[in-house]
């Protein structure tokens, strides 16, 4: 096995270091590459939108402590979609439980807005796990190979009756990756400037749509009607 593993990564160097030498040293555009691994959080549930709400009064009070203390009046969208009517609810209420003062009128008050943008991809976006294949050892032992992610060649665990296949991989939401996702940004204002500003980014279920405002609009049906052009005397 180690003299297998050390031919395929000599064998890679090689075809790596052929590959480089005939790469192009112009090209018209930019050659696209992807970006570092990243994880964003999936949207499935209404008290996931209450992880958000701490999130963010978290946010509020570490910009809110470099500005003297004043009463913070949310500002409710027009028209609010579920998720922002829930959002906005449960970011008063973390507040209030924190001690701010929540004003019910601007006047006087720091302005707080949350602002959500639902964009949509294409359909089929890939999804990139771990791949591998899991097999029990013995009762509570199992054993997960060919893992990508070095030095992890071999992964085996005993925790009783517990998956240990689940446990490493149910960090990531099941099905494909979504073609739905929302950027989220909440900021905080006076009459003259902005005083903290902060975004993030979800994916969200592609069948909670609705919950979103993303309205999908129906294809039109096909027309049945033809036009005939007659020619000739009538």
């Known amino acids: 096995m180690v003299l297998k593993t050390a031919a395929a990564i000599g064998a ?3 075809v790596a270091a052929s590959v480089a030498g005939c790469a192009a040293r112009y090209t018209p ?4 590459t992807n970006f570092p691994v990243s994880k964003q959080p999936k949207l499935q549930a209404a008290e996931h939108w209450a992880v958000i ?9 570490e910009a809110l402590a470099k500005q003297p203390p004043r009463p913070l009046y949310i500002a409710d969208a027009a028209p609010a979609t579920p998720f922002q ?4 609810a449960q970011l008063i209420t973390a507040l209030v ?10 006047p006087g008050s720091l302005k707080v807005e949350l602002d959500m943008q639902a964009v949509t991809f294409s359909a089929n976006r890939p999804q990139y796990r771990y791949h591998g294949e899991h097999a029990a050892l013995a009762s509570g032992v199992w054993v997960l190979s060919e893992i990508d992610l070095p030095p992890l060649a071999v992964v ?13 991989n149910d960090q990531f939401a099941p099905g494909a990756t979504p073609r739905t996702e929302i950027i989220l940004t909440i900021s905080v204002t006076d009459q003259y400037r902005y005083l903290a500003r902060n ?5 969200v279920a592609d069948s909670d749509r609705p919950l979103y405002g ?13 036009m005939f052009k007659v020619r000739g005397d009538m």
Not at 29 to 32: D, G, K, N, Y
Not at 199 to 203: L, M, N, P, Q, R
């Open 85 to 88: 009517r829930a959002l906005t």
């Open 156 to 168: 085996a665990a005993g925790v009783g009756a517990y998956d240990s296949y689940n446990w490493f």
């Open 214 to 226: 993303i309205v999908d609009v129906e294809p039109e049906a096909p027309k049945l009607t033809r």
């Open 97 to 106: 439980n924190d001690g701010y003062t929540v004003s019910r009128t601007a």
């Open 12 to 14: 890679g160097l090689v």
């Open 53 to 61: 709400a701490g999130h963010l009064e978290k946010q509020l009070k």
């Open 199 to 203: 975004s993030s980014a979800y994916y």
């Open 29 to 32: 555009t930019p050659l696209a």
